[in-house]
């Protein structure tokens, strides 16, 4: 079995940190990681940031969402060096299409050759901008709404809710939108004081969303204690 602690394990600081968190990898997720995706953990593992990368669990979550709503035009929101971009152009068809968001193209220059090396790069539309003006651009021509069928938001946590009353109109009715780093380490279930000063803003942040959306008649959810935490959301109006 792979050894998870040496291979870019890149799991949170305080969900799941135990033995069985390295069983559930080494038993369920790391043997059937596609080499490309197996490649780009361990290149990002070697990265200062690295516990930006989307974990390997929550990834095989993603993938399988991808297969159950049959996505052929999907959208993301913060690539960093792109392992669930990669995984969403290995899962979804070959004619289909990745509208990926990042501010930074230099950390998805990282994981580019990986990609280019599996041959799904022509999936990829890699736009290197802020994502609130590139969603209200795609939401300016009327056929965008509702025509994704899949989308994926890590990105900055502040604007999580803004992501999600744009996300809400472009995919459609039945798509599946999913939200990265939603228990934030663990730090949404402490009291504030135990909090360390420079998370607690983030903290907040991702308490006021999941509290926004656990009301969102929109959407039915599902919040998932994989990685960092995903809320996965269904839209069904």
Aim: glycine content about 6%; some cysteine.
């Amino acid at each position: 079995m792979e050894n998870t602690k040496k291979q870019g394990n890149l799991a949170n600081p305080l969900i799941l940190q135990s033995e069985l968190y390295e069983y559930i990898l080494a038993t369920s997720v790391y043997p059937r990681e596609p080499e490309p995706l197996k490649e780009l953990r361990k290149a990002t593992a070697t990265q200062p940031l690295a516990h930006f990368g989307t974990s390997p669990d929550a990834g095989q979550l993603i993938a399988m969402f991808l297969k159950i709503v049959n996505a052929k035009k999907t959208i993301e929101v913060g690539v960093f060096t792109g392992y669930s971009l990669l995984l969403t152009a290995l899962t979804i068809p070959d004619d289909g299409k990745i509208t990926a968001i990042d501010v930074d193209r230099t950390k998805y220059e990282i994981g580019l050759p990986i990609i280019q090396k599996a041959g799904v790069e022509h999936k990829i539309n890699f736009i290197e901008s802020q994502a609130l003006p590139v969603l209200d651009e795609l939401l300016q021509d009327p056929k965008n709404e509702g025509s994704f069928d899949f989308a994926f938001v890590d990105a900055d946590k502040v604007n999580y809710w803004n992501y999600h009353e744009r996300m809400t109109k472009l995919v459609k009715v039945g798509g599946i939108i999913i939200y990265d780093n939603t228990l934030w380490g663990g730090y949404v279930a402490l009291s504030e004081e135990d909090v360390p000063e420079k998370k607690r803003a983030w903290r907040q942040s991702t308490i006021e969303f999941n509290n926004s959306i656990s009301s969102d008649s929109r959407v039915e959810i599902s919040h998932a204690s994989v990685g960092d935490g995903v809320l996965i959301c269904r839209r069904i109006c």
